[in-house]
Structure formats: C-alpha cells, structure tokens
C-alpha cells in the first residue's frame, strides 16, 4: 500500500527566508506526487504536481518540488518566503481515484 | 469561475442524532470525492462518485456513513447515529477525467469543508 511522510510537523521560518518541506513517499510503481496548501478555514489549494518527466515541477505561487526517485522524495522548496505562506502543507500520492495523505507540515512565518 | 461548494460551513449536533452534509461540485466535474481531516486520523478518504456511481465505498469508516450523487452533480454524505469520533472536517473535491480511466493524473479541486461537532 502507498504511504507518504511529512517528517516535520512544524517548521518556523523568517519572513524572506529560504523554505523548504521535506516529503517521502512509499508506492510500489510509479507514483503521482502532489503538494497542497490549506490556509486557516480553507480547503485544499494544489501548488503543483508531478506525474512524468522533468523531475523539477514548478508550481504556483513561487513554489517548485524535486522528485527524487532513489531518495523516494519529493521535497517543496521556495526560494523567499512570504508571511502569506503561513499555512498547512500537505504532500499526497495519486493512486487511481484516491490521494493518500501525510499528516502535514505547519508552517509559521515570522516577521 | 465557481468552485466547489459545501454546505454548512459549521454543524454541531448532539450524540446519535444523523446529519447530511452537502457537496456542489464545479460545473461539469463527473468525479467527486469526500475526504474527512480530523486530529487524530489526518486526512482519510472516504469515497468517490464516477458519475451518480460510487464504484469505491470501502474508505467509509462504518454503515453509518452513507453518500449519494444525483443528476451528476450534488452529492450529501449522511451520517447516522453520530458519534463524537465523527467530529472531524468533511472535505469535498471533484475533478474532470481526462486520463482514461487512470484518474490518478486529475487533478482534484477541494471545497472549503464542513466543520462537523458532536457533542
């Protein structure tokens, strides 16, 4: 069965920092990698996917991911944070109709 | 252009009564998923529609949860008899399918969730 871990539960970071979340996946083929953010309230808002090819995905908002298949990871990064991007960030892997889930990263941003 | 909708935002019900919380999906979305988030138990999936059909119903955590589609489009996740371990966000996406079948590329659009309480 595939699983996916999110090793930090919370991550505090200056505002104009570099920003990095870190993801691994357990999936026996080849897996469908999301990252998504949920704001305070909010529903789940996709940054970026990856299914195939180039292994450095650029998403929104400023954000890209790296899959690294021989570390199993998939690893979101923003180069300069902003305090917008406080928020709860989730990495999932696609299989079929189902997205498995990690338990999420918090991130804080300080002034 | 309008995303998904779920209503009511907040429900708080008392033990063993049933509650029905609704899902509008985007406008020509055929598949819809119901997700719940809840403190203990992250986000778990608990069903899917592929039209008015829910091919997949193992996620539903007992026969008190039920989910139905019609015309397509709304879909209500009954809960019956709630217990407080049902106190838990319900989340609500839809997407096309434009993979053939494999759904694992579509991309799935989120609602803002219901907050369900049981007190």
């Known amino acids: 069965a595939q699983s996916v871990t999110q090793p930090d539960i919370h991550i505090t970071v200056s505002e104009g920092a570099s920003l990095e979340l870190r993801c691994n996946y357990s999936?026996?083929?080849?897996?469908?990698l999301f990252w998504y953010v949920q704001s305070p309230g909010q529903g789940l808002q996709l940054l970026l996917k990856y299914f195939s090819g180039d292994t450095l995905v650029q998403g929104i908002k400023g954000f890209e991911a790296e899959f690294k298949r021989s570390q199993s990871s998939f690893n979101l990064r923003k180069p300069s944070v902003h305090w917008s991007d406080a928020a709860e960030y989730f990495c999932a892997v696609g299989v079929l109709y189902r997205l498995s889930f990690g338990a999420g990263t918090t991130v804080t941003v300080r002034a | 252009g309008a995303g998904v909708s779920q209503s009511p935002s907040n429900k708080v019900t008392e033990k063993g009564k049933d509650v029905e919380l609704r899902c509008d999906p985007i406008s020509g979305h055929t598949a819809l998923y119901w997700y719940r988030q809840s403190l203990g138990q992250g986000l778990e999936f608990l069903i899917y529609?592929?039209?008015?059909?829910?091919?997949?119903k193992s996620g539903l955590p007992s026969d008190r949860f039920s989910a139905e589609r019609t015309g397509g489009s709304v879909s209500t996740l009954t809960i019956q008899r709630t217990q407080q371990e049902d106190s838990a966000v319900y989340l609500c996406?839809?997407?096309?399918?434009?993979?053939?079948?494999?759904?694992?590329?579509?991309?799935?659009?989120f609602g803002p969730g219901t907050r369900l309480t049981v007190l």
């Open positions: 529609f592929q039209g008015n059909s829910a091919p997949d």
């Open positions: 996406a839809s997407s096309l399918i434009t993979s053939g079948g494999t759904y694992s590329t579509d991309t799935q659009y």
């Open positions: 999936y026996g083929a080849t897996p469908y």
